[in-house]
């Protein structure tokens, strides 16, 4: 049984004028443009198995997940979150909560995400998301750019046994001469930044791993840096009517690319730009590095991020239409 909110209060009425404008100005854009009960319906089933006869309500699913839409946005941890929850008026005001509400704690907000974790709702909310993007024909059908990005997670510390305090699951990998000890996300996005399919994985695993299974649905242009190309890779996407939108690199005995090689290299470069952007704002909702300890809870966590990435980018594009 699901919790029912109290209705607005007096207090509620007397600083209905009260709150950040910019806040409230950006949320209520997010009302309009994002169907957040829609996301909701699609994942309200993790309290259905297990809700016993008789026992205390549950949050409002559509309200837990704004608070992870708000959270992910401002790149807040749960603490924060609850802090922010109790601090700001507008905050309140989107989530759907009363100044005579309970506001859920930190803890209620990390139990909300391991219960969207272990129903694999993750992938729920992301599948959902692109078919509400679909049907406002946001997404766009022209390409698919892919890259992949390492998310470094904390080194740890060596115990008195000497044993260390770093995540087990993340692993090392060296790049631009420099040593990473973390994960990697592999994506593959649209040609306006808008990601698609995703795969979270340990930093050892190099990008050419799934750069073929996040490639095989597209039947147009597949658009990535030089070192995603190979001539296997490049004859099999040609083989199949696809662009292969590759970046050239010098090959052995080589002294520099051909005046040809270096415009087309402009060209890719130019289109495959846009796949930095979705990394760029995932980071900035992580706090530049992996939140959690383990594959799958880190996995769970970029699901949300891009999500979010994902809302944020279409209400982007629906204000420049």
Same mark, same amino acid.
């Given at each position: 049984?699901? &919790?029912?909110?109290?209705?607005?209060?007096?207090?509620?009425?007397?600083?209905?004028?009260?709150?950040?404008?910019?806040?409230?100005?950006?949320?209520?854009?997010?009302?309009?443009?994002?169907?957040?009960?829609?996301?909701?319906?699609?994942?309200?089933?993790?309290?259905? #198995?297990?809700?016993?006869?008789?026992?205390?309500?549950?949050?409002?699913?559509?309200?837990?997940?704004?608070?992870?839409?708000?959270?992910?946005?401002?790149?807040?941890?749960?603490?924060?979150?609850?802090?922010?929850? =109790?601090?700001?008026?507008?905050?309140?005001?989107?989530?759907?909560?009363?100044?005579?509400? %309970?506001?859920?704690?930190?803890?209620?907000?990390?139990?909300?995400?391991?219960?969207?974790?272990? #129903?694999?709702?993750?992938?729920?909310?992301?599948?959902?998301?692109?078919?509400?993007?679909?049907?406002?024909?946001? =997404?766009?059908?022209?390409?698919?750019?892919?890259?992949?990005?390492?998310?470094?997670?904390?080194?740890?510390?060596?115990?008195?046994?000497?044993?260390?305090?770093?995540?087990?699951?993340?692993?090392?990998?060296?790049?631009?001469?420099?040593?990473?000890?973390?994960?990697?996300?592999?994506?593959?996005?649209? &040609?306006?930044?808008?990601?698609?399919?995703?795969?979270?994985?340990?930093? %050892?695993?190099?990008?050419?791993?799934?750069?073929?299974?996040?490639?095989?649905?597209?039947?147009?242009?597949?658009?990535?840096?030089?070192?995603?190309?190979?001539?296997?890779?490049?004859?099999?996407?040609?083989?199949?009517?696809?662009?292969?939108?590759?970046?050239?690199?010098?090959?052995?005995?080589?002294?520099?690319?051909?005046?040809?090689?270096? &415009?087309?290299?402009?060209?890719?470069?130019?289109?495959?730009?846009?796949?930095?952007?979705?990394?760029?704002?995932?980071?900035?909702?992580?706090?530049?590095?992996?939140?959690?300890?383990?594959?799958?809870?880190?996995?769970?966590?970029?699901?949300?991020?891009?999500?979010?990435?994902?809302?944020?980018?279409?209400?982007?594009?629906?204000?420049?239409?």
């Amino acid at each position: 049984m699901e &919790r029912v909110l109290a209705q607005p209060s007096f207090t509620d009425l007397a600083l209905a004028d009260f709150g950040s404008k910019r806040a409230a100005e950006f949320f209520a854009r997010c009302e309009a443009l994002i169907p957040f009960q829609r996301l909701a319906d699609s994942v309200a089933d993790i309290f259905v #198995a297990d809700q016993p006869k008789g026992g205390a309500p549950h949050e409002p699913v559509v309200q837990m997940l704004k608070i992870l839409f708000v959270q992910k946005c401002y790149g807040m941890s749960d603490p924060q979150a609850e802090e922010m929850l =109790l601090d700001r008026i507008s905050f309140r005001r989107f989530v759907g909560l009363s100044f005579d509400d %309970k506001t859920p704690d930190h803890s209620t907000i990390w139990t909300f995400r391991q219960r969207l974790e272990k #129903a694999g709702h993750g992938a729920t909310l992301f599948e959902k998301t692109l078919e509400i993007l679909r049907e406002k024909g946001v =997404l766009m059908t022209t390409g698919t750019l892919i890259d992949a990005t390492i998310i470094e997670a904390p080194l740890g510390r060596k115990r008195q046994n000497g044993t260390s305090t770093a995540d087990p699951a993340a692993s090392k990998t060296a790049k631009g001469n420099r040593a990473y000890f973390g994960y990697r996300a592999h994506i593959a996005t649209d &040609r306006q930044g808008i990601i698609t399919d995703y795969v979270y994985d340990t930093a %050892k695993v190099s990008e050419h791993t799934h750069f073929d299974a996040l490639a095989e649905k597209e039947t147009r242009a597949v658009f990535a840096d030089s070192g995603c190309r190979s001539k296997e890779r490049v004859e099999k996407l040609r083989a199949r009517g696809v662009v292969a939108g590759f970046c050239h690199r010098r090959v052995k005995g080589q002294k520099e690319l051909r005046p040809e090689q270096r &415009r087309f290299n402009r060209i890719v470069a130019g289109i495959r730009g846009f796949v930095e952007h979705p990394f760029a704002s995932i980071k900035a909702m992580l706090g530049r590095r992996a939140r959690y300890r383990g594959l799958r809870r880190n996995a769970m966590d970029f699901g949300l991020c891009a999500v979010v990435c994902n809302l944020r980018r279409s209400m982007s594009l629906s204000s420049a239409t």
